[in-house]
């Protein structure tokens, strides 16, 4: 049994570190009786499992519909408080977007070609909308090319065979 410091370090963080403060105190010999939650009769003997009520699953509900209520309340009243400068910082995200595009290369302004604009390098930003319905004919042109008896191509009276394509 390690003392209640020994899970711990000099700072307070803890040594292990899915090991909550619960299970390093009922450890220790001297608080493991006093700390924690402790059933004195088994749940058979109080009256056999609780059964569950309409009124029960109405109050949860509500509970849950309120909170859901508080939490969208307490989120536009953080954005409404932001400044609109903060709000859409276009700028940055651009310029972010281009680090990571061009993470390898130092100072990769200095390398572009003359009137190469750093906003023309940027991906095309695409509504949600428009990407699923972009995928969408994708994955149904990609079931044209994996059709082995090449029915499309055939059809289309193309060039290519399915290996070639």
């Not at 939490?71 to 977007?97: I, S």
């Not at 949600?128 to 079931?143: G, I, L, Q, V, Y």
């Not at 044209?144 to 399915?162: H, I, N, P, S, Y």
Request: glycine share 6%; aromatic share 8%; proline share 4%.
């Amino acid at each position: 049994s390690l003392p209640l410091n020994a899970y711990f370090d000099a700072r307070g963080a803890p040594h292990f570190a899915r090991l909550g403060l619960s299970f390093a105190a009922r450890q220790n010999a001297e608080v493991c009786g006093a700390f924690g939650t402790w059933v004195d009769e088994p749940q058979e003997a109080a009256g056999g499992p609780r059964k569950q009520s309409a009124k029960a699953y109405f109050l949860a509900t509500e509970a849950i519909e309120k909170d859901i209520e508080y939490v969208k309340k307490r989120t536009r009243e953080t954005l409404q408080a932001l400044e609109p400068a903060q709000k859409l910082r276009v700028d940055d995200v651009h310029g972010r977007q281009l680090e990571v595009l061009f993470s390898e290369v130092m100072q990769f302004e200095k390398h572009l070609p003359i009137g190469v604009r750093t906003g023309d390098l940027l991906p095309i930003e695409v509504t949600k909308e428009d990407e699923r319905a972009n995928r969408k004919s994708t994955e149904k042109a990609a079931t044209c090319l994996t059709d082995r008896l090449w029915r499309v191509g055939a059809k289309c009276q193309w060039m290519f065979e399915r290996g070639e394509v």
